[in-house]
Antibody, heavy 120, light 107 residues
Framework: EVQLVQSGAEVKKPGESLKISCEGS????????IAWVRQMPGKDLEWLGM????????RYSPSLQGQVTISADKSTNTAYLRWSNLEASDTAIYYC?????????????WGQGTLVTVSS | DIQMTQSPASLSASVGDRVTITCRAS??????LNWYQQKPGKAPILLIY???NLQSGVPSRFSGSGSGTDFTLTISSLQPEDFATYYC?????????FGQGTKLEIK
């Protein structure tokens, strides 16, 4: 059974750093994209970027402008989303999702989401 | 960037109704369009990929059509479990933007 299991909720202060994780199981982790999708409170879905663990290819949303870093560790089947300087506007639920290597790169499996709260 | 516009933003319908949601891309995306369903407090679920392909396990009352810039998601006969928010998403060029969502509510 394919599963993506994300790390637990986080409460941080502005300026702090954070790294959340997404562990894949039940499939060959290196052969699928892992995307990160943000959902701010009461808002729609926003694609942040994605990584192909097989060769570490990366795609980012231009709107992020270096605010986050995506990485993956093939040895542990885990992808990461990292911030070095959190802002209150980063408060959101963050989902990881598996991207299939077919036309349109659909995201067929999703993690349960990680709630990140940034507040002073 | 390719912008995605969904309509309507919200929709009230009854069980058994046929419902259509529209998604328009700001430029041609061939058939590289996916549809997702999201219920409150849950992760999205893939319904349709590449315009018209039904994801495994998704009921056949869901269907997708379109190519180029204009796409539709149709639910042929609404069931109680279908009341949710629906998103389109282009998979043609990164950033893979989503539409703003269509909230389907019970009339």
């Amino acid at each position: 059974e394919v599963q993506l299991v994300q790390s637990g909720a986080e409460v941080k202060k502005p300026g702090e750093s954070l790294k959340i994780s997404c562990e894949g199981s039940g499939y060959i982790f290196s052969n699928y994209w892992i995307a990160w999708v943000r959902q701010m409170p009461g808002k729609d879905l926003e694609w942040l970027g994605m990584i192909y663990p097989g060769d570490s290819s990366l795609r980012y949303s231009p709107s992020l402008q270096g605010q986050v870093t995506i990485s993956a560790d093939k040895s542990t089947n885990t992808a990461y989303l990292r911030w070095s300087n959190l802002e209150a506007s980063d408060t959101a639920i963050y989902y990881c999702a598996r991207g299939v290597l077919v036309p349109a790169t659909p995201f067929d499996y999703w993690g349960q989401g990680t709630l990140v709260t940034v507040s002073s | 960037d390719i912008q995605m516009t969904q309509s309507p933003a919200s929709l009230s319908a009854s069980v058994g109704d046929r419902v259509t949601i529209t998604c328009r891309a700001s430029q041609s995306i061939n058939s590289y369009l996916n549809w997702y369903q999201q219920k409150p407090g849950k992760a999205p679920i893939l319904l349709i990929y590449a315009g018209s392909n039904l994801q495994s396990g998704v009921p056949s009352r869901f269907s997708g059509s379109g190519s180029g810039t204009d796409f539709t998601l149709t639910i042929s006969s609404l069931q109680p479990e279908d009341f949710a928010t629906y998103y389109c998403q282009q998979g043609y060029h990164t950033p893979y933007r989503f539409g703003q969502g269509t909230k389907l509510e019970i009339k």
